[in-house]
């Protein structure tokens, strides 16, 4: 580095920039290592949020675990954990069909858990029962676990005895809350001015000596990671130190700044969306992308590298009819989307056409009868239809009735399944085509259709060089939106068909949703999903674009 | 079917003794009624449910209801939780509270994005109008999984304050576009002339730009509150506590799996959607033109 600092083109270099805008040397310096120590401070906060928490787990838990094999040896739990024994669920003498429990604190007697005789004083009851209820559902003879309501209590479960789960009592115990390590400000601070010291000394000695300090200054903010044992975090903040270091040396932090000062009105206009959209959506959605590589299960994360992606594209094992594969499901979601396009714009276009003529009574009442549909929030529409579709009661099994046909089983076949999807979502979907028409078709001037006339074209050969062109500059947008729409469309498939018959018309967000919260919590596997479906969204807009500027330049 | 409509398109006032032209006419006019019957049919069967007694469906196709009743709306309105508050009332609050909350984020943290992003030319613009396209067109699913993690690390979830952090994530993005493509269509001399009068950016956006864009700003905010008033999946993912629930999942839930109650869910059907859909014909001409712009330009 100091070699290369001496050639000669890296003198012209700074000569060359640093005679536009000449910053003082301590100024920069400081200016560099405020940046980078921002980004570092950032890296630590989260390394200790991260740290303390998982310190904070590990106490808790031990202590509940403790306490409840504690209280198996019939021991005394552990100063300021709460122990109990729960019974099974047993059937009530009077309603055999009502299952109690009871609870038994360590140092009093057997007394009825829930229920009527529920005591306002005994709030913890519901977890002690909750917990019961869980525990038996588990293979395990022990469970463990934090509580989710953010109070930082651990509950741990054991069986009292070594047989069937279900006739054993089960011991219980809960640890008080308990708040993580406060965030060591005294610390943070005298670390940023070590650092800043350190920095500002090297950039008064000169110029290489500038660059080792600022990485030395930026390494010293890595000092306290590496005391909480987050090695991630350590080697990030020293990758920036250098990152900035680096880039003092080729003139790119000067030209960062002078940049900003160019622009400064505009940067500060979009630093607040900004700054808002990098924590709701940048820092989310890297998450998301790193969740794919990870498996979940019951609480704890495993590193499992591209697992997750290749049980997605190879379907999983799964053969390739199997409602669960992804290629199937893919299939179903792209005859979706086509389906719902096809239908939208032909339904949407042909109403545009009968509407344009200006002649029409009452053009404005149909206009907004026919748009009714999207005014109508969506969710509600699902639901009405599901509703319609109902096999007992439904409107569409009374109308089939009432012309002497038999009423169809809905939600039993694919087919019968797919179709009232696609029929909700066709109501739903063809008033935006509608509106994008008519719009269009107002820009259409009369004098083409006139002057077509005389040159003696048809009535379809005016509709096939006239209005289909005028149309497409319009449609086309609308479609590539419209396409978007319908193939992240959750709320229809969702609510409507649920995927019925077995996963069979589930989508792929809907099928990414299900992995997350109707299968047993495995969030990797639905953020690997959600990264293929974005990139086949992105691949789709990227060519989809460019095909319609295409045809449109034609 | 193309040829007929292609021809109707452009026909200038047709002559009524013409007998060919007036069978068109009728025919045109017959065929709409018959669509626009179709299009409402769900709607009154809703309605219908909504004043007719029972939880299930009348057997019948018709469209109106043999006996009237207001019990299902004194059900709604009467509903009451585990502490004995009114449900509906709560849910309705929730909704306004988070409705409203996310509004204001988004209106108030995209308007100086948006004039920046219609006025200046700057590093990044472009990238950045493409960002906050682009983020409108992610899967639910795709940001809705991590936020659940987060909020969950957080201890947000079940709390309407997590709900509105989430809401913005595409609250943001959609103001930025639809308030952008209003500055693009507002005058620029006037600026100009605040400019060489010595006015600084804040003040010309402060005093001039923002009392022009109000029919702007009134439009994006309505949007942005219809959006989160009517947003349901992430709302039934983040809320578990029936004290923090919003309408949709009220609504939704009341049509479970178990137990379906369909007049009661035409009730609240009716009610929640009521003003949406007013709000809806008031702007749906703004609507159409900004998302369309959007996606041209994009």
Known sequence: MIGESATPPARVNRADSTSGT????????????????????????????????????????????????????????????????????????????????????????????????????????????????????????????????????????KATCTGPKKNCNVAIALTSPASPAPFPWLVIIGVLGLGAAIAAAGALIGNTAARAGMFAGVAVLAVPTMLWHAWIAATAILVIGAAVALAQRIQLTDRFATGLSKNRAALSFVAPAGAAMLVLVAVPFAIGI???????????????????????????????????????????????????IVLHVSIGVALALLLSRKWIAGRGIFRMLLILPWAIPNYITALMWKGMFNGQYGAFNS?????????????????????????????????????????????????????????????WQRFRHITLPHLRPALGPAVALGSIWTFNMFNVIYLVSAGKPGNSTNILVTDAYRWAFERGERYGMAAAYGTVIFLILLLWTVFGTRMVRRKGDE | MNRRLARGAIAPRPRIHDTGRLATIIAIHVALILLVAIVLYPVLLVCKKAFEPGRHFALSASPIPDHLTTDHFKDLFGARGGHGELLFLRHALNSLIVALSTTVVGVVLSCTAAYALSRFRFPGRHAGLTTF??????????????????????????????????????????????????????????????????????????????????????????????????????????????????????????????????????????????????AFYVLQKYLVGGLTAGAVKG
């Open chain 1, 22 to 157: 000449r910053v003082p040397v301590l100024q920069r310096q400081l200016r560099d290592f405020a940046v980078a120590a921002a980004i570092a401070l950032l890296i630590a906060t989260v390394a200790f949020v991260a740290v303390r928490n998982t310190e904070l787990r590990a106490r808790q838990t031990e202590l509940a675990m403790r306490t409840a094999e504690a209280l198996v040896d019939w021991r005394p739990p552990l100063p300021t954990v709460r122990g109990v024994f729960v019974s099974p669920a047993l059937p009530s003498k009077k309603h055999p069909m009502l299952r109690h429990r009871r609870i038994h604190d360590y140092d009093s007697a057997w007394r009825p858990l829930g229920g009527l005789s529920m005591d306002p004083t005994h709030t913890d009851d519901k977890l002690f029962y909750d917990a019961a209820t869980r525990f038996e559902q588990l293979p395990a003879l022990e469970m463990v676990e934090m509580m989710r309501d953010g109070s930082g209590r651990a509950i741990a479960a």
């Open chain 1, 290 to 340: 790193f969740m794919g590589f990870y498996d979940h299960h019951a609480g704890t994360w495993t590193f499992v590298g591209i697992d997750n992606f290749v049980e997605i594209l190879s379907g999983g094992g799964r053969p390739l009819d199997d409602a669960l594969n992804f290629w199937f499901i893919l299939g179903v979601t792209v005859l979706w989307t086509l389906c719902n």
């Open chain 1, 399 to 459: 109308i089939l009735r009432a012309v002497g046909l038999d009423g169809v089983d809905w939600f039993t076949s694919w087919a019968n399944s797919f179709a009232p999807n696609v029929a909700t979502n066709t109501w739903l979907g063809f008033p935006f085509m509608m509106i994008v028409a008519l719009g269009a078709l107002e820009t259409i001037p009369r004098e083409l259709y006139e002057a077509a006339s005389v040159d003696g074209a048809s009535s």
């Open chain 2, 133 to 278: 396209l682009v983020v409108q067109m992610f899967p639910a699913t795709l940001l809705l999984l991590p936020l659940y993690v987060i909020l969950d690390k957080l201890g947000l979830l079940n709390s309407l304050a997590g709900l509105v952090l989430v809401y913005s994530t595409t609250a943001i993005p959609f103001c930025v576009w639809t308030l952008k493509g209003y500055f693009d269509t507002l005058p620029r001399e006037l600026e100009e002339a605040a400019r060489i009068d010595g006015a600084s950016t804040w003040m010309i956006f402060r005093k001039i730009i923002l009392p022009l864009a109000r029919p702007g700003l009134a439009v994006t905010a309505l949007f942005s509150f219809m959006t989160a008033w009517n947003e349901f999946i992430m709302a039934s993912t983040f809320m578990t506590d029936e004290s923090k629930y919003t309408l949709p999942v009220l609504i939704q839930s009341s049509v479970g799996q178990f137990s379906a109650d369909w007049g009661l869910f035409a009730a609240g059907a009716v009610v929640t959607s009521i003003p949406v859909m007013i």
